[in-house]
């Protein structure tokens, strides 16, 4: 970026800057366009605090809304500290600041979701006022929940008028802000540190000078600090080696009440009324005066500002342990109202285990976890179990600082401390869930085969020690042989072990549960057959009247059932049904599995624009939760909507991500499903010998499926591709054996009467017919208007042109709705030389819409208000005004009222 010129308050002399005009230029633009973030970085020194001086100066007088907040950190522990402290300056922020302050009185814990959706909706109605910069300084100190928030917003401030610019130590941006533009500060020229020194008033001999540039390596903090020092006289071989020392030398020469107070401020956030508590006030700015006078901090708001963090760096350092654990406990007398500030503290003045002092943090750490600042709460539970007197109570907090990171996203540290708790306990409950949990833990990070041996090994404590979490941790085994694949038998004599228990217990002792458990284990013994008293049960079986959790389970158990047994319509009303029970209890974090579950069975179903609508809000609660398992199973199935619509480019690109983040052999679900995307991506390219390389893989050698469930539902498409890449032999193999396994299901029947038709040559019509005369095929129109094309071809081939026309003019009016514009060009191509003179219709309107713009159009012309639309489908009211905004013209429409002539019907 160099050469980029700026001027007025955005130029670097306006603030005392030295060399930064280029960062200056770079930042101003970035902050004008894309995605409206920054993140400055830097060592310490290197004039970070001052570059974002100069764009909160130059933006408000450029007329933005300036929100400054600076991070210390004494703040990385308390809970929404920063958010709070950026809300409590800023206009119109009560109803947010109710959502982060500390209440021992709200009913339920704030959601993710919903609290980082407001903060965004709130940003965006200030920007609609004025343009908005938040300027986040010393980012690195930043409370992880407070930047949780501030990094979900900041990926989504494209097209409004909000920015955010923060500032960081080191290379790269806090994991928080990555993908965030990165504005690196580059060192100081020879040239501009002498610059910089001769402006400060810093005149240094030839012999010291060079020495001093040396030794700074461009910091302008320590050209500045390493200069005064050895400006004072001191001879060029005693100028410290580093500012940190310099900073320390200053605080050892100040008076001991006076280092007394400073380490006070050091170790806490710094306010005068709160330093006044432990310090008579009329003493405190007596105490404090020298280092006013010495300019190493300052009084402004009430508040004692360091003039450098690596100068309450030093005050901390150079204190010995007994004088810092002193300070401490003062603190946590001074912070007596305040439950988190105080537990903390007083942990941090205590060394040996004190239930006292262990239960605080326990109370503190529930106060967290209602406020919905999941790191912070674990931290909390962890140093509470440190500081636990008796093994009941610390296994029992270490096991809910494992519940707590599980919440929170951090699934290593939960696998590890879960591990480890597991090998150190003496109590078979607490060994058992800890295996659970470390299982659980060891899943959601794509380490598939772990968590399965770890299931396996825990099982058995289970079955006498706690049934209900044994059933529970069955159907986990079950899901992973699901996502990993393999044999089955193991889940098969875990199934028989706990059914035979389940019959040892009295009828009113029976966990309500286990019916729907059973019903999705067998399921996976059984993948392709279709038992009648699990379809009864699907079918039949009511909602549970119980607590919240044991309805949704129950509901989402029986829905998975249901589409393995070939029942999409039972499927989506079950999931449909325990997701309106989370919103109405609102518990989002629990959504995500679901919802990428039931947009598998929409995949299926056809209904690709509800798919791309709940993989956003997958992804959306997943970043909000750090879930990133959950994102990839989202990418999977985004990139398969791209992949059927023709977007080869955006499938391609969603797929690797997906290869990116899972290990090979440890997620055969999602590697075959990629397979399967990117044979749709060869073929919409007329790339027939790709897509059979892609294809092929989902059947071994020998006929047999790589993956149980999903290779016999690709049945269909796998045939096609073999028949056009005159692979016959591979297709018979695979035919051979699916005959003997595939069950009555409707989609089965569909797949196989494809792949026999495909087969069979002239003898081909009766299997054609049994695939396009499935009556139950329509509820897969993807595959039927396959099977139409394949029987309109197979007769236009055979000269019987009338009958020919009937089915592939079917099969493009079915792939015209679904928008999978490669095959309806497929189809319109056997038309055309089946003699209809038809020619590439134009999209529709409709059609150019995005998945997300026909949802939103959907639900106003239903008459939805845009708050009600925001709330259904966790979005902003903005970013639905801003949906409707840019649908109106590509309908033709100006007015909500004319969106019902619009909207075509749902078929």
């Given at each position: 970026?160099?050469?980029?010129?700026?001027?007025?308050?955005?130029?670097?002399?306006?603030?005392?800057?030295?060399?930064?005009?280029?960062?200056?230029?770079?930042?101003?633009?970035?902050?004008?366009?894309?995605?409206?973030?920054?993140?400055?970085?830097?060592?310490?020194?290197?004039?970070?605090?001052?570059?974002?001086?100069?764009?909160?100066?130059?933006?408000?007088?450029?007329?933005?809304?300036?929100?400054?907040?600076?991070?210390?950190?004494?703040?990385?522990?308390?809970?929404?500290?920063?958010?709070?402290?950026?809300?409590?300056?800023?206009?119109?922020?009560?109803?947010?600041?109710?959502?982060?302050?500390?209440?021992?009185?709200?009913?339920?814990?704030?959601?993710?979701?919903?609290?980082?959706?407001?903060?965004?909706?709130?940003?965006?109605?200030?920007?609609?006022?004025?343009?908005?910069?938040?300027?986040?300084?010393?980012?690195?100190?930043?409370?992880?929940?407070?930047?949780?928030?501030?990094?979900?917003?900041?990926?989504?401030?494209?097209?409004?008028?909000?920015?955010?610019?923060?500032?960081?130590?080191?290379?790269?941006?806090?994991?928080?802000?990555?993908?965030?533009?990165?504005?690196?500060?580059?060192?100081?020229?020879?040239?501009?540190?002498?610059?910089?020194?001769?402006?400060?008033?810093?005149?240094?001999?030839?012999?010291?000078?060079?020495?001093?540039?040396?030794?700074?390596?461009?910091?302008?903090?320590?050209?500045?600090?390493?200069?005064?020092?050895?400006?004072?006289?001191?001879?060029?071989?005693?100028?410290?080696?580093?500012?940190?020392?310099?900073?320390?030398?200053?605080?050892?020469?100040?008076?001991?009440?006076?280092?007394?107070?400073?380490?006070?401020?050091?170790?806490?956030?710094?306010?005068?009324?709160?330093?006044?508590?432990?310090?008579?006030?009329?003493?405190?700015?007596?105490?404090?005066?020298?280092?006013?006078?010495?300019?190493?901090?300052?009084?402004?708001?009430?508040?004692?500002?360091?003039?450098?963090?690596?100068?309450?760096?030093?005050?901390?350092?150079?204190?010995?342990?007994?004088?810092?654990?002193?300070?401490?406990?003062?603190?946590?007398?001074?912070?007596?109202?305040?439950?988190?500030?105080?537990?903390?503290?007083?942990?941090?003045?205590?060394?040996?285990?004190?239930?006292?002092?262990?239960?605080?943090?326990?109370?503190?750490?529930?106060?967290?976890?209602?406020?919905?600042?999941?790191?912070?709460?674990?931290?909390?539970?962890?140093?509470?179990?440190?500081?636990?007197?008796?093994?009941?109570?610390?296994?029992?907090?270490?096991?809910?600082?494992?519940?707590?990171?599980?919440?929170?996203?951090?699934?290593?540290?939960?696998?590890?401390?879960?591990?480890?708790?597991?090998?150190?306990?003496?109590?078979?409950?607490?060994?058992?869930?800890?295996?659970?949990?470390?299982?659980?833990?060891?899943?959601?990070?794509?380490?598939?085969?772990?968590?399965?041996?770890?299931?396996?090994?825990?099982?058995?404590?289970?079955?006498?020690?706690?049934?209900?979490?044994?059933?529970?941790?069955?159907?986990t085994l079950a899901v992973l042989f699901y996502r990993v694949g393999g044999d089955s038998s193991e889940v098969a004599r875990w199934l028989e072990v706990y059914e035979q228990a389940t019959e040892q217990l009295p009828p009113d002792q029976v966990p309500p549960l286990i019916p729907a458990a059973r019903a999705w284990v067998r399921m996976q013994v059984e993948p392709t057959s279709r038992p009648p008293d699990l379809l009864e049960l699907v079918r039949s079986a009511p909602v549970l009247d119980?607590?919240?959790?044991?309805?949704?389970?129950?509901?989402?158990?029986?829905?998975?059932?249901?589409?393995?047994?070939?029942?999409?319509?039972?499927?989506?009303?079950?999931?449909?049904?325990?997701?309106?029970?989370?919103?109405?209890?609102?518990?989002?974090?629990?959504?995500?599995?679901?919802?990428?579950?039931?947009?598998?069975?929409?995949?299926?179903?056809?209904?690709?624009?509800?798919?791309?609508?709940?993989?956003?809000?997958?992804?959306?609660?997943?970043?909000?939760?750090?879930?990133?398992?959950?994102?990839?199973?989202?990418?999977?199935?985004?990139?398969?909507?791209?992949?059927?619509?023709?977007?080869?480019?955006?499938?391609?690109?969603?797929?690797?991500?997906?290869?990116?983040?899972?290990?090979?052999?440890?997620?055969?679900?999602?590697?075959?499903?990629?397979?399967?995307?990117?044979?749709?991506?060869?073929?919409?390219?007329?790339?027939?010998?790709?897509?059979?390389?892609?294809?092929?893989?989902?059947?071994?050698?020998?006929?047999?499926?790589?993956?149980?469930?999903?290779?016999?539902?690709?049945?269909?498409?796998?045939?096609?591709?073999?028949?056009?890449?005159?692979?016959?032999?591979?297709?018979?193999?695979?035919?051979?054996?699916?005959?003997?396994?595939?069950?009555?299901?409707?989609?089965?029947?569909?797949?196989?009467?494809?792949?026999?038709?495909?087969?069979?040559?002239?003898?081909?019509?009766?299997?054609?017919?049994?695939?396009?005369?499935?009556?139950?095929?329509?509820?897969?129109?993807?595959?039927?208007?396959?099977?139409?094309?394949?029987?309109?071809?197979?007769?236009?081939?055979?000269?019987?042109?009338?009958?020919?026309?009937?089915?592939?003019?079917?099969?493009?009016?079915?792939?015209?709705?679904?928008?999978?514009?490669?095959?309806?060009?497929?189809?319109?191509?056997?038309?055309?030389?089946?003699?209809?003179?038809?020619?590439?219709?134009?999209?529709?309107?409709?059609?150019?819409?995005?998945?997300?713009?026909?949802?939103?159009?959907?639900?106003?012309?239903?008459?939805?208000?845009?708050?009600?639309?925001?709330?259904?489908?966790?979005?902003?009211?903005?970013?639905?005004?801003?949906?409707?905004?840019?649908?109106?013209?590509?309908?033709?429409?100006?007015?909500?009222?004319?969106?019902?002539?619009?909207?075509?019907?749902?078929?």
């Amino acid at each position: 970026m160099t050469g980029i010129s700026v001027g007025g308050l955005w130029a670097g002399e306006s603030g005392g800057l030295v060399g930064r005009d280029d960062t200056l230029a770079r930042l101003r633009d970035l902050l004008d366009s894309g995605s409206r973030t920054a993140v400055v970085t830097g060592i310490p020194g290197a004039g970070k605090t001052s570059v974002l001086s100069v764009v909160a100066r130059a933006g408000g007088a450029d007329g933005r809304l300036v929100l400054p907040v600076t991070c210390h950190d004494s703040d990385r522990d308390v809970a929404f500290g920063v958010l709070v402290d950026l809300l409590m300056r800023a206009p119109r922020a009560e109803a947010l600041l109710e959502l982060v302050v500390p209440s021992t009185t709200r009913p339920a814990p704030v959601d993710a979701l919903r609290l980082r959706l407001e903060m965004l909706a709130w940003l965006e109605r200030l920007g609609e006022e004025q343009p908005v910069v938040v300027v986040l300084d010393d980012a690195q100190w930043c409370d992880d929940s407070s930047l949780s928030v501030l990094g979900f917003v900041s990926r989504r401030l494209a097209g409004s008028q909000v920015s955010i610019v923060a500032a960081a130590r080191g290379d790269a941006a806090p994991a928080a802000l990555s993908g965030s533009p990165v504005v690196a500060l580059p060192a100081l020229s020879e040239r501009d540190a002498a610059i910089l020194l001769r402006r400060s008033g810093i005149d240094l001999d030839v012999l010291t000078l060079p020495r001093v540039l040396d030794r700074a390596g461009g910091n302008p903090l320590a050209l500045l600090e390493l200069g005064r020092v050895a400006a004072e006289g001191e001879p060029h071989e005693t100028v410290p080696s580093s500012v940190e020392k310099a900073f320390g030398a200053q605080v050892a020469a100040l008076p001991a009440a006076t280092r007394t107070v400073l380490l006070l401020a050091a170790a806490c956030e710094a306010e005068l009324p709160v330093l006044g508590r432990v310090v008579p006030p009329e003493q405190l700015l007596v105490d404090l005066a020298p280092a006013e006078t010495a300019g190493l901090v300052t009084v402004v708001d009430r508040v004692v500002r360091f003039r450098h963090p690596l100068v309450r760096s030093a005050v901390y350092s150079t204190a010995s342990a007994a004088d810092r654990l002193a300070a401490h406990e003062l603190l946590a007398v001074a912070y007596e109202g305040d439950l988190e500030r105080y537990a903390w503290h007083r942990a941090e003045a205590t060394v040996v285990p004190e239930e006292e002092v262990a239960a605080a943090l326990a109370a503190a750490a529930d106060l967290a976890t209602r406020r919905g600042a999941s790191s912070e709460a674990a931290r909390l539970m962890v140093r509470s179990s440190e500081l636990s007197e008796g093994s009941v109570e610390r296994e029992g907090r270490l096991l809910q600082a494992v519940h707590i990171h599980l919440g929170a996203g951090h699934f290593d540290w939960a696998a590890e401390v879960g591990i480890q708790l597991r090998a150190e306990t003496d109590d078979p409950v607490v060994e058992a869930t800890a295996a659970n949990l470390a299982a659980y833990a060891l899943a959601q990070t794509e380490r598939f085969g772990a968590a399965r041996r770890m299931l396996v090994e825990v099982l058995d404590q289970l079955r006498d020690a706690d049934p209900d979490l044994g059933w529970a941790s069955l159907t986990t085994l079950a899901v992973l042989f699901y996502r990993v694949g393999g044999d089955s038998s193991e889940v098969a004599r875990w199934l028989e072990v706990y059914e035979q228990a389940t019959e040892q217990l009295p009828p009113d002792q029976v966990p309500p549960l286990i019916p729907a458990a059973r019903a999705w284990v067998r399921m996976q013994v059984e993948p392709t057959s279709r038992p009648p008293d699990l379809l009864e049960l699907v079918r039949s079986a009511p909602v549970l009247d119980g607590p919240p959790e044991l309805t949704t389970s129950n509901e989402v158990l029986l829905g998975a059932a249901a589409w393995l047994l070939d029942e999409p319509a039972v499927a989506i009303e079950r999931f449909e049904r325990s997701l309106a029970m989370m919103r109405q209890t609102d518990r989002p974090g629990e959504m995500t599995q679901t919802l990428a579950t039931l947009a598998l069975v929409q995949f299926a179903v056809g209904d690709y624009d509800t798919v791309e609508q709940s993989c956003r809000l997958v992804i959306d609660i997943a970043e909000a939760r750090n879930q990133p398992t959950a994102i990839t199973n989202a990418y999977d199935l985004l990139a398969r909507v791209a992949a059927v619509r023709g977007d080869v480019d955006r499938a391609r690109d969603l797929c690797e991500r997906v290869l990116l983040e899972i290990p090979v052999g440890e997620a055969l679900a999602l590697e075959v499903g990629i397979r399967v995307t990117m044979s749709w991506v060869r073929l919409a390219e007329r790339d027939v010998q790709g897509a059979w390389h892609e294809i092929r893989w989902i059947f071994d050698e020998d006929g047999q499926p790589r993956h149980p469930h999903i290779s016999y539902r690709e049945l269909g498409h796998y045939a096609a591709i073999a028949a056009r890449a005159d692979a016959t032999d591979e297709l018979a193999r695979v035919v051979a054996v699916a005959e003997k396994r595939l069950g009555d299901g409707a989609s089965y029947r569909l797949h196989l009467a494809r792949a026999r038709a495909l087969l069979a040559g002239e003898d081909a019509e009766p299997w054609h017919l049994a695939a396009v005369r499935e009556p139950s095929a329509g509820q897969w129109p993807f595959d039927l208007a396959n099977a139409q094309l394949e029987y309109g071809a197979w007769l236009r081939r055979r000269y019987r042109q009338a009958e020919a026309r009937l089915h592939l003019q079917a099969a493009v009016d079915t792939f015209a709705r679904l928008g999978t514009r490669a095959w309806e060009e497929f189809a319109r191509a056997e038309l055309r030389a089946a003699g209809v003179a038809t020619e590439v219709v134009e999209p529709s309107a409709w059609a150019d819409l995005t998945g997300q713009e026909r949802q939103i159009v959907r639900m106003a012309a239903d008459g939805m208000t845009n708050p009600e639309i925001a709330a259904a489908l966790y979005l902003s009211p903005r970013t639905v005004s801003t949906h409707l905004y840019n649908a109106f013209p590509k309908l033709g429409v100006t007015s909500r009222a004319q969106l019902r002539d619009v909207v075509p019907e749902v078929t």
